[in-house]
């Protein structure tokens, strides 16, 4: 992995596919935009992957609904936003 840089790094192509694993299985693909990468944290947009509303409770999810969601590269944990 090369280096990190202190300015942000131009994507070649804006549109990728973030998949999410537990225990090394795939649980979700959805397609998302390249916001930002800065060598340590990429940060991406997308839209509500799954078909319907999904209510856990204390919170809803539904269709039209936008994640920004934060990765790092030195880092174990994401956070996401709607």
Do not use: N, Q
């Amino acid at each position: 992995m090369p280096a990190p840089s202190a300015e942000p790094r131009a994507p070649r192509s804006k549109g990728l596919v973030v998949a999410l694993t537990k225990a090394g299985r795939t649980k979700i693909r959805y397609p998302a935009e390249l916001v930002r990468d800065d060598g340590t944290r990429v940060t991406v947009r997308a839209p509500w992957a799954a078909p319907g509303v999904r209510d856990f409770g204390f919170v809803r999810f539904e269709p039209g609904d936008v994640f920004t969601e934060h990765y790092w590269r030195d880092r174990w944990f994401a956070v996401k936003e709607v």
